[in-house]
């Protein structure tokens, strides 16, 4: 755990990656659909402005809003960052990954998440209550599946710790494996889930029945507003990251491996995120969104999928 | 100088001896604090002691025999690494309890139903711990319950309270018997009933099984396993706040002791088998008692079904050292041994919290049930602060203490892909899953409680008008808040601690873990895992900081205050706002469709028509109705057919005498 002035710079850099590109890619993601709508589409850079333009706007408070409510944006955020910043994006072998493993990331997840919900709570209107209620059953439903899938990828690299297993998963030694392929499509259901995304959730309006997230955080504005956005949009970054760093970690660069390496890391990780962002674009125009009460069984398949990616690798350890 | 098993037992006697002031005092109003401030000193006396000695040197046993109970068995107390930590567990709660009571207690409006059974009570648990041949310790568990008993039943006259009492007293004679029959086995047809001797004595086949099952149905009945769980969510919400505190977050591990103390201890090393049914009761008993909980708008009835879910997760981690000791893979199981510990004492703390300041919201609004509460954030900040912590630590969330065992627990499950038999292997990871689950429907039960009690907007005239509680109860809860905030960033710390209870059980201890830098805690190798709570929280406090630091530069724009946006649809009466009820809605129908046949019934008046409309949820405890329903219903018909005994004539109850008396000659003739 000896730290070097690498191991930092290379930390550091990780930390503003995520926060410069997570915009970036949500705008990249918004640009893409509405071109596949045939539609001209916002710039790639409206996240940002939409940001800079919340920031600039009052902050409009409930009268009955709790200090709560006021603090939440700024917990939700720190918590998503932090983790965000704990998943190996060009470089692997970060300062602090032994800190904190995919269960403890998936922890601060829960911990925004939990803040989140009891805001929702506090205002006391329906679409407060209606939002949180059916935010917590749907993360009820993806944390065992996500468990089951860090158990999968555990069992192959033998530790839960994210730096190892894509240095393990990088290596030559793995190849193909099913078990890891249907870990893969777990995840991607888990994390369509957790970021509100079409067909469990619309992330793109607020005045449907059917909403979720968006209903959750109704009653915020103005820089409230703003940090939560930021926060959603790095858990989109940090979910497309952990997708990347578990199941293509190749081009990754090891710490301490030297600045050349870094800039193909970078330049292969942003090729990466457009890549996953491109293909959830396109999902999300090709599907349409489903039932609240069909969320269950979408996320039970997902369950299902890790707990056989498991199985398999107990009847054989090459599956 | 007296002997550290000795020094404890003194105390014991000090409070039985006040208890028997209590009876005296309790007329009087100095009683209260009279009473609550020598268990205070009693109780952290007695922790302190033993926390000193589990710290320093855990190994020391040591024993004393008093010339009491049985002539020709004496009474034996022993106070080893195991019992000196549950020791420190049961008199950190007792202690506080006492503190939060200073306060609480005032309140009491019959202190001579409480005062003289909560130091007995204290007494009996403290006893169980030190107990060290059966005798005394089914004599101590005996105390403990009826000590118990008479306080669940201090507030008879409330509705449903005596029923609570009543189920309460048949399943711990139930589990009083289950123990007795267990300690039967245990010393065999010799019958030495000293727990050396029946630790030197082998145990196996048929008999270790027996016992295994019967300590299940015992300690497993008081700790509140499901199927057994049914007294606990009566029982524990009927006594005062700061008893229930005990009942949940005490009492309920000092049955987790007996069972560790027989089937790890006693009974030497069962076999695998033996791990497959605690993992899996311990893994339905989580699921099932979060779903229960989620279900309850009563909040002390909810804090009491998630200590059923608590239970589960110690069983889990139990469950899975014994499946990784009857393996000999030691380490493995050292880790999931010390998470259970681990999690024994994180419950004590965060349930204890939870209750007390269920039992603070209960002083200022006078109401438990939580459609008639809200917006208490405002009215009751410290409260509603130290509530928060809990709520935030019960739901297994960094950087708090609940999280620590959780994730502890989470790397034994990794490591079961070494357990050689496919049952296990199978099912390792399923358990591991349902933990999830419950840890994940935890914190959304934990959102109901605390949104719909401190958050929102009050919905009734007694949430309205609540007054903050007094200081004492604020400091004993700010005191475990700390707690579970310090037990969640140095687990190390704690970790160490337990050490030497996993080298006396299991004969393997894990790696120390305070001299590791940075203070994390590394439980097998750290290529595998490891966690820092303390540079968790250090990152999210720098970052959230910055945050504020930043926002507050780029804009500084003043805060409005607006009546609620909603939409544009202002809801003008607090009763349509999320209840506790709608906010189980979603969960209720995913799970509850199944698991507890939940159907909602809704009935439109017809168009034109001003009737309002009518919803009902119909939920049903199929435990209840399904085991403990037949199981009356059974004892009923059997009770009316004997009926008929009662009416014979004399030469009827003379050939019955007649008859015993020849089958149990006969029974005697095969026996011999």
């Given amino acids: 755990m000896g730290v070097t002035l690498d191991d930092i710079l290379v930390q550091g850099l990780q930390m503003l990656l995520v926060f410069t590109l997570a915009p970036l890619l949500t705008g990249f993601i918004r640009k893409v659909k509405a071109r596949l709508m045939r539609k001209r589409g916002p710039s790639l850079l409206q996240p940002y402005r939409d940001l800079l333009r919340l920031l600039r706007k009052d902050v409009v408070l409930a009268d009955n809003a709790s200090w709560l409510f006021r603090a939440t944006p700024y917990v939700t955020f720190a918590a998503i960052w932090v983790a965000a910043a704990l998943v190996p994006t060009f470089a692997t072998g970060l300062l602090f990954n032994w800190m904190a493993d995919l269960i403890v990331i998936v922890a601060l997840l829960g911990t925004a998440r939990f803040f989140l919900a009891l805001a929702g709570m506090d205002v006391g209107t329906a679409f407060g209550g209606l939002g949180s209620s059916r935010e917590v059953m749907i993360a009820a439903l993806a944390e065992p599946a996500m468990l089951l899938i860090v158990f999968c990828v555990a069992l192959v690299a033998g530790s839960s710790q994210l730096s190892t297993i894509a240095n393990f998963i990088a290596s030559a030694q793995v190849g193909l494996r099913v078990s890891l392929g249907l870990a893969m499509i777990a995840l991607i259901m888990v994390a369509l889930a957790e970021n509100a995304r079409i067909p469990v959730d619309n992330p793109s309006t607020h005045l449907e029945l059917t909403m979720v997230h968006e209903a959750m955080i109704l009653e915020y504005s103005g820089r409230h507003l703003a940090l939560i956005e930021f926060g959603a949009f790095l858990k989109l970054l940090l979910y497309v990251s952990l997708l990347a760093c578990l199941f293509f970690p190749w081009g990754i660069a090891v710490s301490g491996a030297g600045l050349q390496s870094y800039v193909v890391g970078t330049a292969v990780y942003v090729v990466k995120l457009a890549a996953v962002g491109f293909l959830l674009a396109l999902f999300e125009t090709a599907t349409a969104k489903m039932r609240v009460f069909r969320v269950p069984q979408f996320l039970g398949a997902a369950l299902m999928l890790g707990l056989l990616g498991t199985l398999l690798l107990f009847v054989s350890k090459s599956l | 100088m007296m002997s550290a098993a000795a020094l404890q037992l003194s105390y014991v006697g000090a409070l039985l001896a006040v208890s028997v002031l209590a009876v005296v005092l309790a007329r009087w109003r100095i009683g209260n604090a009279v009473i609550y401030g020598a268990t205070l000193l009693l109780c952290s006396a007695a922790g302190l002691g033993v926390l000193r000695a589990l710290i320093g040197d855990g190994a020391a046993v040591e024993r004393l025999v008093l010339p009491i109970g049985l002539p020709w068995l004496g009474a034996h107390f022993r106070l080893d690494a195991l019992s000196a930590f549950f020791l420190v567990v049961i008199n950190l709660g007792g202690a506080l309890a006492s503190l939060y009571a200073l306060g609480y207690g005032r309140h009491e409006h019959a202190p001579q139903r409480v005062l003289p059974f909560f130091p007995a009570f204290l007494a009996g648990m403290n006893m169980v711990l030190l107990a060290d041949d059966a005798f005394s310790y089914l004599l101590s568990w005996e105390f403990m319950s009826l000590a118990s008993w008479a306080l669940v039943m201090a507030h008879h006259r409330q509705s449903g309270n005596a029923q609570a009492g009543y189920v309460y007293l048949v399943m711990a004679s139930f589990g009083t018997l289950a123990l007795l029959l267990a300690f039967g086995f245990l010393a065999g047809p010799a019958g030495d009933y000293g727990f050396d001797a029946i630790r030197a004595a082998p145990h196996s086949g048929a008999a270790a099984t027996l016992v295994l099952v019967l300590m299940l149905l015992g300690a497993g009945s008081k700790a509140g396993l499901v199927p057994l769980h049914v007294w606990l969510p009566l029982a524990h919400p009927a006594a005062p706040s700061h008893v229930s505190a005990l009942m949940s977050g005490v009492m309920t591990k000092v049955a987790i002791y007996g069972f560790i103390r027989v089937v790890f201890d006693l009974l030497g090393r069962p076999d695998w088998t033996a791990s497959v049914v605690v993992l899996s009761l311990g893994g339905v008993t989580a699921v099932m008692g979060i779903l229960y909980a989620l279900m309850e708008r009563d909040l002390k009835r909810l804090l009491a079904y998630s200590t059923i879910e608590n239970v589960g997760i110690i069983f889990v981690g139990l469950g899975l050292a014994l499946a990784f000791q009857a393996n000999g893979q030691g380490l493995p199981a050292a880790l999931a041994f010390t998470a259970a510990l681990f999690h024994i004492l994180n419950h004590s703390l965060f349930k204890s919290l939870l209750f007390f300041g269920a039992g603070a919201v209960l002083v200022a609004t006078g109401e438990r049930n939580m459609d008639r509460l809200g917006g208490l954030i405002h009215r009751m900040p410290a409260t509603s602060i130290v509530f928060l912590i809990g709520a935030v630590a019960i739901s297994a969330l960094p950087p708090f203490n609940g999280f620590v065992s959780e994730w502890l627990t989470f790397q034994a499950v990794l490591q079961s892909p070494q357990l050689p038999q496919w049952g296990l292997k199978i099912m390792v990871p399923a358990i591991g899953g349902m933990l999830a689950l419950a840890a994940a429907l935890a914190a959304a039960c ?227």
């Fill in chain 2, 446 to 672: 934990f959102v109901k409680a605390y949104g719909a009690s401190f958050l929102s907007r009050p919905r009734s005239p007694a949430a309205e008008n609540a007054q903050e509680v007094d200081r004492f109860s604020i400091a004993a809860m700010a005191i475990l808040a700390l707690l579970c905030l310090l037990a969640g960033v140095f687990p190390g710390l704690v970790m160490d601690a337990l050490a030497p209870v996993s080298a006396e059980i299991l004969h393997i201890r894990l790696a120390g873990q305070t001299e590791l830098p940075w203070l994390s805690i590394v439980p097998i190798d750290l290529r595998k895992g490891s966690y820092n709570g303390l540079l968790v929280l250090a990152f999210i406090a720098i970052s959230a900081t910055l945050g504020f630091l930043a926002i507050l530069r780029l804009s500084p724009h003043a805060v409005r205050r607006a009546p609620a946006w909603g939409c544009g649809f202002a809801e003008p009466v607090p009763q349509a706002q999320y209840s506790p009820d709608s906010f189980a809605q979603p969960i209720r129908r995913v799970f509850g469709t199944l698991l507890f046949r939940a159907r909602d019934h809704v009935t439109m008046p017809p168009p034109g028509s001003v009737a309002p409309a009518k919803f009902s949820a119909e939920l049903h405890d199929l435990v209840w109705e399904n085991l403990y329903g037949r199981i009356a219903a059974i004892i009923e018909a059997v009770s009316t057919r004997l009926n008929n005994m009662q009416l014979l004539s004399i030469r009827g109850y003379l050939s019955l005498v007649f008859a015993t008396l020849v089958a149990l000659l006969v029974v005697i003739a095969i026996w011999a």
